[in-house]
């Protein structure tokens, strides 16, 4: 199978570092020009350096996907630097760790507004200029939190959910024009967000998983690089759980 992607423009949002790192390193090496996206810019640029270095094509963006102007701005600099974007990578994320009991109004509104808004700020920005051209792909990094709930990740659980419905719902509306989708909803993977949230109890989290291991970054980064190719091409409204067995919803 021909993943190539030779010729398009991947956008992918948090790719400084994580799964998106691994996300932009992956559209990369398949012949794609990619933009990287992150809130913290130097991040961002350490990783298009990354690629340019390896003989890639890639340029770095400040843009926080909660701010609709910076998303606006960072579709713009995409457009004026590569002139189109065939692919969107939804992948800016972030979630805090507390009982819903002890959670406030201001966690929520971070976990909806990063996680769930965040996606839709972004979508939003280019789906005018995906529907003119007759082609895209958008895929949203959910959760499989957002399929069965974590406890301790309530309002994340709900963002992810979110996420997946949005897609399914987007799907509907975009596939008359050459639109594809999809979701894609990671196990624990180890990045600095989970291993954070994990703490001292990666070998209990391990013993849940049918495959014995927490995921890495480029298992996630190699289902995005598949659903955003033509290989995918008749995939759509999907949440792709690429999680070693954890949850098989
Ligand atoms: N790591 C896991 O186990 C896991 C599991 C399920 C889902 N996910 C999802 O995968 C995605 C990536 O997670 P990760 O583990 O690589 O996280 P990470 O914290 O390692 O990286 C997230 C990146 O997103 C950027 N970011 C955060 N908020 C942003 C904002 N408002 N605007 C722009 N950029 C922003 C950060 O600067 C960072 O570079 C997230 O959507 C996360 O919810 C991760």
């Known amino acids: 199978m021909e993943l190539n992607l030779r010729g398009k423009v991947a956008l992918i949002t948090g790719g400084g570092q994580g799964i998106g790192r691994a996300i932009a390193l992956a559209f990369a090496n398949e012949g794609a020009r990619v933009a990287v996206a992150d809130k913290n810019p130097a991040t961002a640029a350490d990783v298009a350096d990354e690629i340019n270095q390896f003989g890639g094509e890639a340029i770095s963006i400040q843009a926080d996907v909660t701010d609709e102007a910076q998303v606006r701005a960072m579709v713009d600099k995409v457009l004026t630097e590569f002139g189109q974007i065939d692919i969107l990578v939804n992948n800016a994320g972030t979630a805090f760790h507390k009982f819903f ?94 291993m954070g949230l994990l703490g001292d109890n990666v070998d209990q989290v391990v013993k849940s998983y049918a495959i014995r291991r927490l995921g890495k970054p480029e298992d996630i980064a190699n289902a995005v690089v598949f659903l955003a190719s033509d290989a995918a091409s008749f995939i759509t409204g999907q949440s792709l759980s690429v999680n070693g067995g954890y949850s098989m919803a």
Not at 105 to 123: F, P, S, Y
Not at 152 to 181: D, M, Q, W
């Open 101 to 194: 009991a002890q959670s406030t109004r201001k966690d929520w509104d971070i976990d909806i507004n990063v996680n769930l808004l965040g996606a839709m700020n972004c979508a939003s920005a280019v789906v005018q200029h995906m529907i003119d051209r007759r082609y895209g792909k958008i895929v949203s990094i959910a959760s499989d939190a957002g399929k069965i709930g974590e406890a301790r990740l309530v309002t994340y659980s709900a963002a992810k959910a979110g996420i997946i419905a949005f897609s399914k719902a987007l799907a509907k509306e975009l596939g008359r024009y050459g639109i594809n989708v999809n979701s894609v909803s990671p196990g624990t993977i180890e990045t600095p967000l989970a």
